[in-house]
């Protein structure tokens, strides 16, 4: 198994930074990628960005694009979501999850661990 640790939630003010750290042990050997998940109240759990772990291809959603930056520290067996530029929509619960290489980064279904997620809220 893998286990997943998020860290870096919080509130800030709309055009404010937050960078959320998320922190893998356990069967690290396992992981193919990394991805950052949301969930706010009411709604689907959403994709966010993904990053290939061994040579650091990276994706992202449409909506966060020019705003959020993923990033991973192999040695460390950490990725990061680095997001400035906040809106009150990106207010969320935060997830980081693992995909084992099968399917779709920007799915779901495809990643297998998940971690306890953080909260992000944006004031505005």
């Known amino acids: 198994q893998v286990q997943l640790v998020e860290s870096g939630g919080g509130l800030v003010q709309a055009g404010g930074s937050l960078r959320l750290s998320c922190a893998a042990s356990?069967?690290?050997?396992?992981?193919?990628?990394m991805g950052w998940f949301r969930q706010a109240p009411g709604k689907e759990r959403e994709f966010v960005a993904a990053?290939?772990?061994?040579?650091?291809?990276?994706y992202y959603a449409d909506s966060v694009k020019g705003r959020f930056t993923i990033s991973r520290d192999t040695a460390k067996n950490t990725v990061y979501l680095q997001m400035n530029s906040l809106k009150p929509e990106d207010t969320a619960v935060y997830y980081c999850?693992?995909?084992?290489?099968?399917?779709?980064?920007?799915?779901?279904?495809?990643?297998?661990?998940w971690g306890q997620g953080t909260q992000v809220t944006v004031s505005s």
């Open positions: 990053i290939i772990w061994s040579r650091g291809s990276i």
């Open positions: 999850a693992t995909n084992p290489g099968s399917g779709s980064y920007y799915a779901r279904s495809a990643y297998h661990y």
């Open positions: 356990g069967r690290t050997f396992s992981i193919y990628a």
